[in-house]
């Protein structure tokens, strides 16, 4: 009988998510995009940058839906599952501006970056490179970091909600991409 080592310890192959890259470069594009936009709430929170945002966030949600027929055995393939749920209701209550259930659309954001956390620390433990595999958790990390803050935070703004999605989404995006283009 021998002992296997973390070396030893055998790596599921991502070959679906390198065989279809570029829909999930698009979906990781889509989601730094919606990242960026949240970042730009705080200067130009209007209704067009709330509507931009929400729409973004269904946007993100349906590349997701996207990525899920093409990688349907990759690791975080049910988080992501749920992920897409949560990314377009998040989005659609943005976009109707549902100011009297904000305590929904707070849930909801708290539930959609934990998701993505959930789904970058599965992904990550298939990764055979060190520096990818470390990224993607840092990625995940900050996620549940932003995710307990928005918990606690008593009554969360809109820029705070706002700040806190493109913080994580533009961290989940870099450490996606930079997945892609790397290799595992």
């Not at 349906?62 to 349907?72: E, G, H, M, R, Y």
């Not at 998040?90 to 539930?111: D, N, P, Q, R, Y």
Request: glycine content about 6%; aromatic content about 10%.
């Amino acid at each position: 009988m021998t002992e296997t080592t973390t070396a030893e310890r055998p790596v599921i192959p991502l070959e679906k998510l390198y065989k279809h890259k570029n829909i999930h470069v698009l979906q990781t594009a889509i989601a730094g995009l919606a990242g960026f936009s949240a970042l730009l709430y705080p200067l130009f929170g209007s209704v067009l940058e709330t509507t931009l945002l929400g729409w973004l966030m269904v946007g993100n949600g349906a590349a997701i839906f996207l990525t899920l027929f093409v990688s349907w055995k990759l690791p975080f393939f049910w988080v992501r599952c749920l992920s897409v749920v949560t990314s377009a209701l998040l989005g659609f209550f943005t976009v109707i501006h549902l100011s009297e259930a904000k305590g929904l659309v707070v849930g909801m954001l708290v539930v959609f970056l934990g998701l993505e956390a959930l789904a970058q620390l599965f992904l990550a433990r298939h990764v055979s490179k060190v520096a990818s595999r470390n990224i993607l958790y840092a990625s995940a990390m900050i996620a549940l970091i932003v995710a307990m803050f928005m918990n606690i935070l008593p009554d969360p703004t809109a820029t705070q909600m706002a700040l806190c999605l493109g913080i994580a989404l533009i961290c989940e995006a870099f450490a996606m991409m930079r997945l892609l283009l790397r290799g595992p």
